[in-house]
């Protein structure tokens, strides 16, 4: 016969040089590179810090409660890494059939003569994220993981080609590292 838990419990190190403010759910982390808030509220799930610690628990014992204890945690370790050494997203610009002209404004980039088209094609860069042109690299950097991916994912989809044969137009923006990861 099984024993039935009382509570689930995790525990995280808070890494040196963060510090972290607990309000009702919303977990506000500070870091030599930045700051940046995590809305981390559930009734069922409780948040506290205890020195260096932050503990996160529930009593009620539940799949779906542990679920969402380690979906918590994996995104307070995002905020961390991100505080520490900020996520950079690259992206490659490809153009074969036309000379595709790529710019970048204070908060929009803007794609001209993409596949031959007269209208430009624009993407407004949502704030929290620096964004550089280096020839054909665009670079996107941002303490937020989902935020940096978000925009790169962004301008990715600005160049897709539909209703076409993908083998022959292979024009566009295309993501070839994500966060420090080369993708193959």
Request: hydrophobic letters at 35%.
């Amino acid at each position: 016969m099984k024993k039935a838990k009382k509570s689930i419990v995790e525990n995280i190190e808070i890494p040196e040089g963060v510090t972290i403010t607990l309000d009702k759910g919303l977990i506000s982390f500070k870091g030599k590179k930045g700051e940046s808030s995590e809305n981390c509220f559930d009734p069922m799930i409780e948040i506290k810090q205890e020195d260096k610690k932050l503990i996160i628990s529930s009593k009620v014992v539940s799949r779906t409660e542990k679920r969402k204890i380690k979906t918590f945690k994996a995104h307070i370790l995002n905020r961390f890494k991100g505080i520490l050494e900020p996520f950079i997203y690259k992206l490659k610009i490809c153009s074969g059939h036309f000379p595709m002209n790529v710019s970048l404004a204070k908060d929009e980039i803007e794609i001209k003569n993409f596949l031959g088209e007269k209208v430009p094609r624009k993407v407004k860069i949502k704030p929290g994220a620096e964004v550089k042109l280096e020839g054909d690299l665009i670079s996107i950097e941002s303490v937020d993981k989902n935020l940096a991916g978000q925009i790169a994912a962004d301008i990715e989809q600005l160049t897709r080609i539909r209703n076409k044969d993908n083998r022959i137009f292979q024009d566009g923006i295309y993501i070839i590292e994500k966060a420090g990861k080369p993708i193959k």
